[in-house]
């Protein structure tokens, strides 16, 4: 089988619908599966959704495992020699895997993909392409001078505002919405690190899977609609949680070393005081 399509779900049934039809479509031609994660289940969407589309794979989880969890459960079943690690909230243009498989069939230095994503507004996300967040990057960001100068190499390294957003680029880091991946190296390195419960778990992969001296390409030319933070309400007190626990659960990660001590030290208390202002504005 060349392709697995992995879909974790929450709560997002609508979403998941036309996500499901957009893959559907894209798969012609393609010997492919679609396995849907189905966290915190409810028990009459989960079979509605199994009566429309009774070719995929499903798996219902009585409680919310997490992004990282749920995207391993499927990654252990699937059987094609590429995953596609797919949010329930994009939607797909015909030619997407296609174009996307052929890529990485050509390119044999190349572990992982990702395309450019917009919102339904038609507006680039700029989190489609990314740069490591190093302590400079990380406080350009929070600090908004990346906002300031969103087409900088310097100020905006983050989201790599001087490369062209619609061409083909190495990168360091590619989005959970869309990474697809060779099955055989997401494995090696043992699928996502699931101390990620949501959040974070794509830049550790994408980090991990360089290490192993594959590049991450940014594939500008092709261009999916992504319908940013359905599954979460950005403005609730758990995804304040679950956002600003995996940036430290990060930085103790990729700064332990005792060199670091002063990055990790400083960068704590750049994460304390920018989910400080978040929470007031919560409140």
């Known amino acids: 089988m060349e392709l697995s399509v992995i879909i974790v ?18 798969l012609n031609g393609i010997e492919g599966e679609i396995i849907v994660v189905d966290n915190e289940s409810d028990s009459v969407e989960s079979t509605r959704i199994i009566g429309q589309f009774p070719s995929i794979k499903f798996i219902a989880n009585s ?22 690690f797919l949010n329930p909230d994009t939607v797909l243009p015909q030619h ?8 990485l069939s ?14 339904k507004e038609g507006q680039f996300l700029p989190e489609s392409k990314r740069a490591f967040p190093k302590p ?19 100020y905006n390294q ?35 690190d699931e101390q990620f419960f949501m959040y974070g778990e794509d830049i550790d992969l994408s980090k991990r899977l360089t290490a192993l001296g594959f590049q991450n390409h940014y594939l500008g030319n092709i261009v999916i609609q992504h319908i940013k933070g359905a599954s979460t309400n ?7 949680y679950h956002f600003y626990h995996s940036m430290h659960l990060f930085v103790n990660k990729y ?19 920018s989910k400080s202002i978040a929470l007031l504005k919560y409140r």
């Open 158 to 192: 983050y989201a790599l505002g001087n490369l062209d957003k619609d061409k083909v680029h190495p990168v360091e880091i590619l989005a959970g919405a869309y990474l697809m991946v060779r099955t055989q190296l997401v494995k090696q390195i043992g699928g996502f």
């Open 255 to 273: 700064y332990a070393l005792k060199g670091h001590w002063l990055k990790r030290k400083l960068l704590h208390l750049a994460i304390r005081g």
């Open 63 to 84: 409680d919310n495992k997490g992004f990282s969890k749920a995207n391993n459960q499927a990654l252990a079943m699937s059987k094609g020699s590429f995953v596609l």
């Open 9 to 26: 779900n929450y709560k997002v049934y609508h979403y998941l619908v036309s996500c499901i039809q957009s893959v559907q479509a894209a």
């Open 136 to 154: 400079m990057t990380a406080f350009f960001k929070l600090s908004g001078l990346a906002h300031l100068f969103p087409r900088s190499g310097f």
């Open 234 to 240: 950005k403005n609730s007190k758990d995804y304040l």
């Open 106 to 119: 050509q390119h044999q230095s190349v572990g992982a993909v990702g395309v450019q994503m917009i919102n």
């Open 96 to 103: 997407a895997l296609k174009d996307s498989l052929s890529y």
